[in-house]
């Protein structure tokens, strides 16, 4: 019980106060939340007047408030967090990267309820007229996937030799750079990319894919099972009372057509 052993000797206040206001959270930092994603990752997580924004931070801002600490962001490439490797090296307590649950992802991660239901979205040069991946295929047009997301194993299933770029950012400026002809992406992504005049005047988005899977937010496997259950509380709670979807609003742009499956 961590908030007890810090109360032990009585002659650090300070300690005492870092500590989780719910019992057997198990945190890196006293005093903070540390969240492992991928930046720039719009409009879940991304560097804005000197501070990391988004859906994701919001959300994960809510566990730190009840929690009773401080979200802290770290940094990493997105394949170190979804192998697990950032939480078992103990560079933060919970992953919140615009996530999918999937099977494989389960193997190396304790995933929370879902908390944002998933769909790809198609990018093209304006008038290029490709729709599907099968097109994209068919013309040989070249795809540019982020490295470990949904989008590339999409991608694999139809034959289609992506290339992988390591972060979000880096896929739109070999967009925009004329390394690759299409992207596929997350469709919230995509859309915040359309809010930039220079983005939106060339490229648009054809198509979206509905994928029917859902975005989680992660901890260590089997290492820390009262963090994993505040999680879950907060997201439904935040849903339940509205505060998702206020976020939902403020960073995607639009009324959510759906909301998260428990």
Known sequence: MLALGACAGGDDKNSSAQQPKVPGVKLVTPGKLKTCTSLPY?????????????????????????????QEIVDVKFDIIKSGAALNSGRCDVAAAGMTITDERKANLDFSVPYFPETLGLM????????????????????????GTTSLDEAKKKGIPAKEFDDAGKQLLAMQSGQIDVILQDLPVVNDWMKKPDVSSKYELSNQFPSGMQYGFAVKKGGNPELLKVIDETIKTAVADGTWKKSYVQWIGSEPQTTPKF
């Open 42 to 70: 719009p409009p879940f997580q991304f560097p804005q007047g000197g501070k990391t924004v988004g859906f994701d931070v919001d959300m994960i801002d809510l566990v730190a408030k009840k929690l009773g600490v401080t």
């Open 124 to 147: 093209i040069k304006k008038g290029a007229g490709i729709k599907t991946l099968d097109e994209v295929k068919a013309k040989n047009l070249r795809l540019g996937v982020q490295t």
